[in-house]
């Protein structure tokens, strides 16, 4: 039976459960209790034979006790542990008083507590959709998300938390929502997460369906020109159903970023008979040569030094915009699976393959180690394919050769530094020097 009494202020607590944590600004309400008193009621629960808890009024007791009251009205209920957190619930979202944080918090409590999504819906007017909604940013690391929240700069909306929903574990989110430096970084990180997993459970499909015919991954010794294309799949889109029934001989297939190509090897050929080279052409040959050792010197010290930056060991002086134009000007791939092969292999001190496969024990030390590393870091790791500046005919490609020209303009900043042959091979004085003196076939 209910029954109304003035109680001392001292000897009424805050309920630990009420969803809403922050009381607002008191300054008004706590002025108004001072001349006026309190014109409406607490409700309280017992806790203990001489304490009590507040359910309804945490906000009148807050000033009341700030406006120097001895005592307030309250009226003093008898309510399970569960219908203690429902009132509060619909209490604070019927006032708008509760955070889209707040409102997930105190919805699962409920949900913890026995009610059901129907129950909640019927209770406090939101959709169920919207409930399950709240209910997903609840699985959240609580910590890092009011981290976000407090972080004026950060900018989280709830279309972020939306797109964080998309992502299928949990853990996956919490990374991406402790990595995310603002809201578009974010939606980005959480985006391109999202697209990964599509290709992956798309390639998975595929493989499952042709799992009959033994397909293996081309080795990454042979080239693609041993292969026919027998059909391609785009694995961002919806894949439809798989038959390469009527398809005879052994298949192969091979993914490369969106796409899977289903491939099969061509028969072997004999090769025609060729006469001897004459001198030009073994001139040109060991011209070649020497080129391509230039080529791989140049590409090696690139992926060195890039690998001490990205451990650290060397500082970081461009800017993330200077960094992200070099991306973009060596149409780097961003994907989170290379991102994480590279680091992987830094870790274990293998040399870069991206067709190995990370045991499942190293993934979540491998997460915990990309999530050490600054955003600059992870956009360098991605430079891992240095354009080839020499082609078939010894004369220098000048497009490809801007390019890395670039790439060393942003890591010269760090102290880089290109050898005198380097960089007449780049501009392509080294190859007009070898034809000048005719020791270069063009």
Avoid at 40 to 49: D, P
Avoid at 149 to 155: L, M, T, V, Y
Avoid at 193 to 201: F, G, S
Wanted: proline share 2%; aromatic share 6%.
């Amino acid at each position: 039976m209910e029954q109304l009494i003035n109680i001392d202020v001292n000897k009424i607590e805050e309920h630990p459960n009420n969803p809403r944590k922050d009381l607002g600004d008191l300054k008004e309400l706590t002025e108004s209790i001072r001349q006026n008193g309190i014109m409406q009621n607490l409700t309280v629960v017992k806790n203990g034979e001489d304490k009590y808890m507040a359910v309804i009024g945490h906000r009148r007791l807050a000033a009341a006790k700030a406006a120097g009251l001895k005592e307030v009205p309250c009226v003093v209920a008898e309510m399970s542990e569960q219908q203690q957190v429902n009132i509060m619930l619909v209490e604070n979202i019927q006032r708008n008083g509760l955070t889209v944080t707040e409102q997930a918090q105190g919805f699962q409590m409920a949900i913890d507590l026995g009610n059901s999504v129907d129950d909640l819906a019927e209770e406090t007017g939101f959709s169920k959709s919207t409930i399950y909604h709240r209910l997903n940013i609840a699985k959240l690391n609580q910590k890092a998300l009011k981290k976000a929240e407090d972080n004026k700069d950060f900018q989280l909306s709830i279309s972020d938390l939306y797109i964080l929903e998309k992502i299928k574990k949990v853990s996956d989110r919490n990374r991406i929502l402790k990595e995310a430096t603002d809201s578009k970084n974010l939606a980005y990180l959480a985006n391109r997460h999202i697209t990964e997993e599509k290709r992956n459970e798309n390639a998975k499909k595929i493989l499952k369906e042709l799992k009959d015919r033994n397909l293996e991954e081309i080795p990454s010794n042979k080239y693609w020109w041993g292969y026919d294309t027998i059909k391609k799949f785009e694995l961002d889109k919806d894949i439809e159903k798989v038959s390469l029934k009527k398809i005879k001989g052994k298949l192969f297939y091979k993914q490369v970023n969106s796409w899977l190509y289903i491939l099969k090897e061509r028969e072997e050929r004999k090769a025609p008979k060729r006469s001897k080279k004459t001198e030009e052409e073994k001139m040109h040959a060991r011209n070649r040569k020497k080129l391509n050792a230039i080529q791989d010197a140049l590409t090696k010290d690139i992926k060195d030094f890039i690998g001490e930056m990205v451990q650290g060991k060397i500082d970081i002086v461009a800017t993330p915009n200077e960094i992200w134009d070099a991306l973009i000007l060596l149409d780097v791939d961003v994907c989170y699976s290379k991102l994480q092969v590279y680091i992987y292999n830094l870790i274990y001190e293998k040399n870069i393959n991206y067709n190995i496969e990370i045991e499942d024990d190293k993934k979540e030390e491998l997460n915990n180690k990309i999530s050490e590393i600054s955003m600059e870091r992870q956009m360098l790791a991605l430079i891992t394919k240095i354009p080839i500046v020499n082609n078939w005919s010894n004369e220098i490609n000048k497009e490809s050769a801007s390019k890395v020209l670039k790439l060393v303009k942003v890591l010269s900043k760090s102290g880089f530094s290109l050898t005198e042959e380097q960089q007449q091979f780049l501009d392509g004085t080294l190859a007009d020097q070898w034809k000048d003196s005719g020791h270069v076939h063009v």
